[in-house]
């Protein structure tokens, strides 16, 4: 047995393919992914712009500690609290020209009564109203500051205008998310997945009428269950440690925001080393079709499979989950990366189970269907 797994060990390792679609070309795509969407949360922000009109009829005499002076003051404390906002004291004519010029994204006017004025909607118009409406929230609570404790003033503003996590997406578990992290776990479910190439190489070379190495083996003493065994420990070692590396280079050499610890992630990609290991396969024992096909049929399951998971397009696997959640309950790139929000985003533990039992089932129904349709073919001739 031991002859056998180094035997197909230093086999697999000096095919070329078997070492660039498994283990590379999902390298490869990591690092495009990282530099084209995977900064997107630390690129600068851009600020949103606003124009301050001080209604008329208001002296500078008159407006100290007044209702207008105090927005004007949380206006400021915002801007030297962060970078959200920033504001410019325009004449009404002005503001209006530059807000239909695009120069700014609303308009304050700076009265009794503070109001917005904008003429679109987006993120930019949200958060002015969210400012807005913070402000009107506390006014009387200013007011009586400025009244009664106006040394108080400053600090009273900035507890107002702590707009820092304002646009920050916290989970239900309380762990902050990034909004382009669920495309790096559907990878690695597709990174998986790929593991089907070393699967096929293995079913290539069980089946004696592929190859001349198979026909070599079968013809041998070895059994067949003691053939696919061999192979499929063997393939799903060297996937296996395609995976790890995989993941330590996305968590410490890309730090991409993974909050669980590396030990918690191993497992979801053990099974699912082991369900793209057995998938190629079972995929490759199945009918006498050619090379050809079965390697496009691979690819197509693979990549059908990673899209629904979200790989394309993140919406997607929302929608799955609405609309047919028993798809992506049988989908294992679904599943790996549902595992992966399970351990660094959400507390849901029993989820995180559920998905594991799924996946184990899963490789063991491949890899009895391997071994009852190789252990089935007889040969006339070789």
Known sequence: MWDMIRYSFLTKIRNRDLIFWPLVFPFILTTAMYFSIGQVGESDFETVRAAVVTEAGQNEGDIQNSGEEIFSQFLEGMEE??????TMEMTEA??????????????????????????????????????????TEGKQTLEDVALLHPEGMQAAIESMSGYGDAVEQVSLGGRTTDGTAQFF??????????????????????QANLTPLAARRCAG?????????????????????????????????????????????LPALFLGSMIGVTMGMFITSVGRAGEGV??????????????????????????????????????????ISDAMYCINVYDAPERYVQDMLILAAMSVILIAGTFLIIRRERYVSI
């Open 81 to 86: 609290d962060s970078d959200l906002i920033r």
């Open 94 to 135: 002005d503001a209006l020209k530059a807000l239909e010029n695009g120069e700014v994204d609303g308009i304050f006017y700076n009265g009794e009564d503070p109001s917005l004025t904008v003429s679109g909607s987006g993120f930019p118009q949200s958060i002015l109203q969210m400012i807005l409406e913070n402000y």
């Open 294 to 335: 079965k390697i496009g049929i691979m690819v197509g399951v693979s990549m059908a499979l990673s899209f629904l998971a979200g790989l394309m397009n993140a919406d997607i696997k929302n929608v799955v989950d609405k609309n047919a959640p028993l798809v992506n309950r049988l989908n294992p790139a679904a599943l």
């Open 221 to 265: 003493p070895a059994n067949r269950l003691s053939l696919v065994i061999t192979e499929t420990l063997v393939s799903f070692g060297l996937h296996f440690v395609n995976m790890v590396l995989l993941l330590a280079y996305m968590k410490y050499i890309l730090k991409l925001e993974f909050a669980g610890s590396y030990t918690e992630m």
């Open 185 to 206: 776990y559907a990878l690695l479910g597709m990174a998986c997945l790929y593991g089907c190439f070393i699967g096929y190489n293995s079913a290539m070379e069980l």
